[in-house]
């Protein structure tokens, strides 16, 4: 593990905001360039800061999901080459290792080469390494603020579209996973869209799926939703076919990790088992993600690599998210678990993709080109 210190929160100096702090924030103390994140491991019990100060201690951050969702990975990519640069550690091998952290969300590799490449024309032009430090941490800035402007634009692309799918409000909204703040620059993704419905009156109830193994739902949504004063409900994700049946959702509103070129969609594990429900009950499914997800130069669904995560997150139950062994066990020991952590949802199945350019409804490659291509920022 590399170099971590841990800071508790004292007080909540944003209460009513749905998270108490900045998912992540770049300082510079005496001692030097620091990396603090809000440690999403864990909430909702505990809410601490991990303060990175080199590049493994962001790496090990990532792996163990104390940072992460696909937005706010590309930022920590981003101000993880600014800080290697800053502290002169080796920037070539702090992007190959932040860009290998974790391989779905395509965000991270995004940030990570934005930055990387930001700083080596800045040291060809100056030969300065101080001034291409700078010139990393402007880039990860930038993108730092073009994501929370892009959360913002998709919140108000996605309320028109729940308006127009889903007239008179009242609106019963299923989600998966968390797509707050906690995984963005700004109010997140998915539930930025829900938040806002909420702020208009227009959400009588938001469904949560608890999201396992690593109860994302449950730990973090359920937890920006009662910081955000939503009305919600808890349940298995086992749960949500019988609320389909009773026609108790009227949309479903998820998040996503990369999306290829055919439009199909790759995000947490049980997305794809919520889009075959929805496309059954004719409900609209709908995505939304920022265009910094979408990733042109992957065809297809099943060119994406899935993530394989440690057995131990099934067969045992652990708060915080911690090593195996260390948590309560769920299945006999030397059990073999499948856990892949997202699955892909075929275009056909998504009603509509949110973006901050806008809403692609068919899901197709050329809906989805021009969304992603046209720069309305
Ligand atoms: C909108 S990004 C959030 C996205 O990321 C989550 O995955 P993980 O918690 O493993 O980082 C999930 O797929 C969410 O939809």
Redesign the pocket.
């Given at each position: 593990m590399g170099d971590q210190s841990v800071v508790s929160l004292a007080n909540d100096s944003q209460s009513g905001s749905p998270v108490p702090t900045p998912t992540l924030r770049w300082e510079e103390p005496p001692e030097g360039p620091v990396l603090i994140l809000l440690d999403q491991t864990r909430l909702p019990v505990e809410e601490v800061e991990l303060v990175c100060t080199d590049v493994q201690a962001l790496v090990d951050a990532i792996r163990t999901?104390a940072v992460?969702?696909?937005?706010v990975?590309g930022l920590a990519g981003a101000y993880g080459i600014a800080l290697a640069a800053a502290r002169g550690f080796d920037v070539a091998e702090a992007e190959r290792q932040l860009a290998s952290a974790r391989p779905t969300?395509v965000n991270l590799g995004y940030g990570v080469r934005r930055a990387a490449a930001a700083y080596r024309s800045a040291l060809d032009t100056t030969a300065d390494p101080q001034r291409a430090a700078q010139a990393a941490l402007a880039e990860a800035r930038a993108l730092h603020a073009e994501d929370a402007a892009a959360s913002e634009r998709m919140a108000s692309h996605g309320l028109a579209l729940l308006k127009k799918l889903v007239p008179g409000g009242g609106l019963r909204i299923l989600t998966h996973?968390?797509?707050g703040a906690l995984?963005s620059g700004g109010a997140?993704?998915?539930f930025a869209v829900a938040h806002a419905a909420h702020r208009e009156g227009l959400l009588r109830r938001l469904w949560v799926d608890e999201t396992r193994p690593?109860l994302?739902g449950a730990r973090l949504t359920a937890y920006e939703a009662a910081r955000a004063d939503m009305t919600y409900t808890l349940l298995a994700d086992n749960a949500a076919g019988s609320l389909f049946a009773d026609g108790a959702v009227d949309a479903v509103l998820?998040?996503?990790?990369r999306i290829a070129a055919d439009g199909s969609v790759a995000?947490?594990v049980g997305s794809y088992p919520l889009a075959v429900l929805a496309h059954h009950h004719n409900v609209p499914f709908v995505v939304v993600?920022p265009t910094t997800t979408v990733d042109l130069a992957t065809a297809d669904g099943a060119s994406i690599e899935v993530e394989q995560r440690p057995g131990h997150e099934v067969t045992e139950i652990a708060h915080p998210i911690a090593e195996a062994g260390s948590g309560i066990v769920l299945a006999p020991l030397g059990t073999q678990a499948y856990n892949p952590?997202?699955d892909i949802t075929p275009a056909p199945l998504v009603t509509a993709l949110v973006t901050e350019n806008g809403v692609a409804s068919p899901v197709t490659a050329a809906t989805l080109a021009a969304l992603a291509l046209s720069d309305t920022r």
């Open positions: 999901l992460r969702g696909a937005p990975l969300a996973c968390n797509t995984v997140g993704t998915a690593l994302q998820i998040g996503a990790d995000n947490k993600a952590a997202f």
